[in-house]
């Protein structure tokens, strides 16, 4: 009963580096969405995805891509890492519109 | 601009006390409303989602009530425990993929 699941779930980086964040899901949901969380906010979606081979801008996408090229399957892309995007990074998934979101456990990824 | 404030930050009660959490929100034009709970290092568990034209929703311990004029809804536990310890987001979805999460309300029950 997997649901969400993201790898890696912690990662140090240095300034400047390239890393992927994955996230699959196995209910076959159509929507897919990364949100990154920091202390003292709430979560802020980055770039979402409505079904295969689609993205979209989320409220803070700079910095970040993503990639959906199986159903199951959202990437995000940081290409030149910066301290500011040290954060806690969530994966969702859900059925529908205004349907409950299912969410991984996270990646924990500092950058130094 | 919708926000959302969860408040207090933190939260702690004895065994046994029934509580209620708040969430507030600026604009009432909302679709829907969903709590959360977040254990230390894990995701979000969905606990309860409110569509726009609901006043509650009932689960176990658990009832959340939705007032769209006053821009609030509470989370309410019945005879909290230990295993209630975490911490409980709410989230409004204001329509398409626009969905405004609060800081949450960090709760520890004590035995």
């Known amino acids: 009963n997997a649901g969400v699941t993201q790898t890696p779930k912690f990662r140090v980086l240095k300034t400047g580096q390239s890393m992927t964040l994955l996230c699959a899901q196995d209910?076959?949901?159509?929507?897919m969405y990364w949100y990154r969380q920091d202390p003292g906010m709430g979560l802020r979606l980055i770039h979402y995805?409505?079904?295969?081979?689609?993205?979209a801008k989320g409220e803070v996408p700079d910095g970040y891509n993503v990639s959906r090229l199986k159903k199951q399957n959202f990437l995000l892309g940081l290409e030149s890492a910066a301290p500011s995007q040290t954060s806690v990074y969530f994966c969702?998934?859900?059925?529908?519109?205004?349907?409950?979101?299912?969410f991984g456990d996270g990646t924990r990824l500092s950058i130094l | 601009k919708q926000e959302v404030t969860q408040i207090p930050a933190a939260l702690s009660v004895p065994e046994g006390e029934n509580l209620v959490l708040n969430c507030s929100f600026t604009?009432?034009?909302?679709?829907?409303l969903q709590w959360f709970r977040q254990d230390p290092g894990k995701g979000l568990t969905s606990l309860l989602l409110?569509?726009?034209?609901?006043r509650e929703q009932t689960s176990g311990r658990l009832n959340a009530s939705l007032d769209k004029s006053s821009g609030r809804s509470t989370l309410y536990i019945a005879a909290s425990q230990p295993g209630d310890s975490a911490t409980y987001l709410c989230?409004?979805?204001?329509?398409?993929?626009?969905?405004?999460f609060g800081a949450g309300t960090r709760l520890f029950v004590k035995a």
């Open positions: 969702a998934s859900s059925y529908g519109l205004g349907q409950p979101q299912h």
């Open positions: 209910m076959n949901h159509e929507y």
């Open positions: 995805s409505v079904g295969e081979g689609t993205t």
């Open positions: 604009d009432s034009a909302i679709y829907n």
């Open positions: 409110i569509q726009s034209s609901q």
């Open positions: 989230a409004v979805n204001t329509g398409g993929f626009k969905t405004i």
